[in-house]
C-alpha cells in the first residue's frame, strides 16, 4: 500500500455530504432514486439511501445494476464472465435517478451503465455520485457527486473497501509496479 487516502470517519463525512448535495441539487427526495452498479456500488448506494432518509423522512427505492454484458472490454475480462443480478424494483418514467459507484476512473464503466440503464427504461435524469474520482478519463463522462477527488498516476491503483464487502471501511492508494515486483 502507498497511502491510506481514506478512513472509515472520513468515509462516512464523505457519504454524508454526497447526500446533503444530492437534496439540494434535486430540492429534497421526491421521485429521486439510487441505482448502485456492482460491486461496491451498491452498498454505498445503500449507506446513502439510508442517510437520505434520516434526513429527510423519505424511503429512496434502491436498486442494483450488473454492467457485465454492457462493457465494451468484455471479451478480454474473462471467457465466461460472472452475471450478477440486476434490480432495479421501481419504474424509472418520472425518477431523477442516481447511479453510484466507488471509483470513477476512465469512464467504461460509466458508459456500461448508462447503457444498462437505458434499456431498462427512460428516467427523468440521470445523475452520477461516486466515492473517488481519480481522473484519467477516456470518455466525456463527469459525476454529479465526488467524495474525493484523488489525482493519480496510470500506475496506481484506488482500493475501496466496504464493511459491507471486505469487512472493514477504507480508501487505499497502491503502486501497481510494486504488486507486480512482489509476485
Given at each position: ?66 454492467i457485465t454484458l454492457y462493457r465494451d472490454d468484455l471479451s478480454e475480462i474473462a471467457k465466461q ?5 440486476t434490480e432495479v424494483p421501481f419504474d424509472l ?91
Amino acid at each position: 500500500m502507498k497511502a491510506s487516502i481514506l478512513s472509515a470517519d472520513e468515509m462516512r463525512r464523505a457519504l454524508t455530504r454526497i447526500a446533503h448535495e444530492i437534496l439540494e441539487r434535486n430540492k429534497g427526495a421526491e421521485n429521486l432514486a439510487l441505482i448502485g452498479i456492482h460491486t461496491r456500488g451498491i452498498p454505498i448506494a445503500a449507506r446513502l439511501a439510508a442517510k437520505l432518509q434520516e434526513l429527510e423522512g423519505v424511503a429512496v427505492p434502491l436498486g442494483r445494476l450488473d454492467i457485465t454484458l454492457y462493457r465494451d472490454d468484455l471479451s478480454e475480462i474473462a471467457k465466461q464472465p460472472i452475471i450478477r443480478e440486476t434490480e432495479v424494483p421501481f419504474d424509472l418514467a418520472r425518477r431523477r435517478v442516481v447511479l453510484v459507484d466507488d471509483v470513477l476512473y476512465t469512464g467504461r464503466t460509466v458508459r456500461a451503465a448508462l447503457d444498462a440503464l437505458i434499456d431498462l427504461g427512460r428516467p427523468e435524469g440521470i445523475q452520477l455520485a461516486v466515492l473517488v474520482d481519480r481522473g484519467h478519463r477516456e470518455l466525456p463522462i463527469r459525476a454529479d457527486y465526488v467524495g474525493k477527488n484523488l489525482p493519480t498516476a496510470k500506475s496506481e491503483m484506488v482500493k475501496v473497501k466496504l464493511t459491507e464487502t471486505d469487512g472493514v471501511d477504507g480508501v487505499e492508494l497502491w503502486d501497481l509496479d510494486e504488486l507486480k515486483a512482489e509476485q
